[in-house]
């Protein structure tokens, strides 16, 4: 009988030191899988599968499609693409962001849950903003094991506390110190139970991610339309809220929890305001130019009331640069090193 023999885990602003002080209290012979996914730059490059193997016992690499999962391994998704997961190996994807990232945390839990049920650990690390809330709540609608940093002693409490504020059945909130030894316990424990059917809401969701294109084609999706346009692509989308969670979804699959949306929305903003900006300093230079040239010509009226525009345009770009200045900025959140391992591998099936 298996034990809990996937591990994924989830972390952002502050995850380098965290995933790094994690990684090196998990014992060589660990009998799980460990998935890991850290928000990096789409167009960056990751070292952590080196930072990981040079701190811990485990062997780290980047995650390749189709790769057969092994235990006693560390798999880390790429930039740019999402780490899923199917029955025995890996597949990534570049479908649409979910919470503004790719790769994102809830597409491994998601996929991850829909794939092994009870078997999966969910764990969340330091963080901002709500990314891995939908996948500890898919965790746990499949019976698995949810295990929270505890907020007070993340570096950046934001993704902690918004697992333990909109999932009731959190299964552990731990300081980081205590992670490794829970994990260690739970992949020595057999999963006793039979699994139940797979949610039809994390099939859909896993879909889209996958690109899917009966799900995408599909116009019997979950949820309900709401008022809200998709930052992404401007599309509709889907309100699909249970319980505390509030989550949006649009057809194309990008995915946002509240928090994102509403940065999502705080930054599309910004950019209006500086769109506004821009074009308010390009009426004054042109308006003074123009009446330069009126009076150039004597047409005094023209200049006048072209110089009464300057003055309405740098009064309004002011306004608008005040405001921008004003602003609370939201605070921002690398080569592959395939380690093999020392025995021969043990695949998780």
């Given at each position: 009988?298996?034990?809990?023999d996937?591990?994924?885990?989830?972390?952002s602003?502050?995850?380098v030191?965290?995933?790094?002080?994690?990684?090196?209290?998990?014992?060589?012979?660990l009998?799980?899988a460990v998935?890991?996914?850290?928000?990096v730059?789409s167009?960056?490059?990751?070292?952590m599968?080196?930072?990981?193997?040079?701190?811990?016992?485990?062997p780290a690499?980047?995650?390749k499609?189709?790769?057969?999962?092994?235990?006693?391994?560390i798999?880390?998704?790429p930039?740019?693409?999402?780490?899923?997961?199917k029955?025995?190996?890996?597949?990534l994807?570049?479908?649409?962001t979910?919470?503004?990232?790719?790769?994102?945390?809830d597409?491994?839990?998601?996929?991850?849950?829909?794939?092994?049920?009870?078997?999966?650990?969910?764990v969340?690390?330091?963080?901002?903003?709500?990314?891995?809330?939908?996948?500890?709540r898919?965790?746990?609608?499949?019976?698995?094991?949810?295990?929270v940093?505890n907020?007070?002693?993340?570096?950046?409490?934001?993704?902690?506390?918004?697992?333990i504020?909109?999932v009731d059945?959190?299964d552990?909130?731990?300081?980081?110190?205590?992670i490794a030894?829970?994990?260690?316990?739970?992949?020595?424990?057999?999963?006793?139970?039979?699994?139940?059917?797979?949610?039809?809401?994390?099939?859909?969701?896993?879909?889209?991610?996958?690109?899917?294109?009966?799900?995408?084609?599909?116009?019997?999706?979950?949820?309900?339309?709401?008022?809200?346009?998709?930052?992404?692509c401007?599309?509709?989308?889907?309100d699909?809220?249970?319980?505390?969670?509030?989550?949006?979804r649009?057809?194309?699959?990008?995915?946002?929890?509240?928090?994102?949306?509403l940065a999502?929305q705080?930054?599309?903003?910004?950019d209006?305001?500086?769109?506004?900006?821009?074009?308010l300093?390009?009426?004054?230079s042109?308006?003074?130019?123009?009446?330069?040239?009126?009076?150039d010509?004597?047409?005094?009226?023209?200049?006048?009331?072209l110089?009464?525009?300057?003055?309405d345009?740098?009064?309004?770009?002011?306004?608008i640069?005040?405001?921008?200045?004003?602003?609370n900025?939201t605070p921002?959140?690398?080569?592959?090193?395939?380690?093999?391992?020392?025995e021969?591998?043990?695949?998780?099936?």
């Amino acid at each position: 009988m298996p034990g809990h023999d996937l591990i994924v885990v989830g972390a952002s602003a502050g995850g380098v030191e965290a995933l790094s002080y994690l990684v090196k209290n998990l014992p060589p012979d660990l009998n799980a899988a460990v998935m890991i996914v850290l928000h990096v730059p789409s167009h960056g490059t990751s070292v952590m599968p080196r930072i990981l193997s040079r701190a811990g016992k485990l062997p780290a690499s980047h995650a390749k499609d189709g790769e057969v999962i092994e235990l006693r391994r560390i798999y880390v998704a790429p930039p740019n693409y999402h780490l899923l997961v199917k029955p025995g190996y890996i597949h990534l994807t570049r479908g649409a962001t979910e919470n503004g990232h790719r790769p994102a945390i809830d597409p491994l839990f998601r996929t991850a849950a829909r794939a092994y049920g009870r078997r999966v650990v969910a764990v969340v690390l330091t963080g901002v903003l709500d990314d891995g809330t939908a996948g500890v709540r898919a965790v746990k609608m499949r019976n698995g094991v949810a295990v929270v940093q505890n907020p007070e002693d993340a570096m950046y409490p934001g993704m902690p506390r918004s697992a333990i504020e909109n999932v009731d059945d959190i299964d552990y909130i731990l300081p980081l110190s205590d992670i490794a030894d829970i994990l260690v316990n739970l992949a020595n424990t057999p999963v006793e139970g039979e699994e139940d059917p797979v949610p039809e809401e994390i099939e859909f969701e896993s879909g889209l991610v996958e690109l899917d294109m009966n799900v995408l084609n599909n116009e019997e999706r979950p949820g309900k339309p709401s008022t809200f346009g998709c930052p992404d692509c401007g599309g509709t989308l889907w309100d699909l809220s249970d319980g505390k969670l509030l989550r949006f979804r649009c057809r194309t699959g990008h995915a946002y929890s509240a928090e994102t949306l509403l940065a999502k929305q705080s930054d599309a903003l910004e950019d209006a305001l500086w769109f506004a900006l821009r074009a308010l300093e390009e009426k004054a230079s042109l308006s003074t130019r123009m009446a330069k040239r009126m009076r150039d010509r004597n047409q005094t009226l023209s200049a006048q009331r072209l110089e009464e525009q300057v003055k309405d345009s740098q009064k309004r770009a002011g306004v608008i640069r005040d405001v921008l200045l004003k602003g609370n900025p939201t605070p921002a959140q690398g080569n592959n090193t395939d380690v093999p391992p020392d025995e021969e591998p043990t695949n998780i099936s």
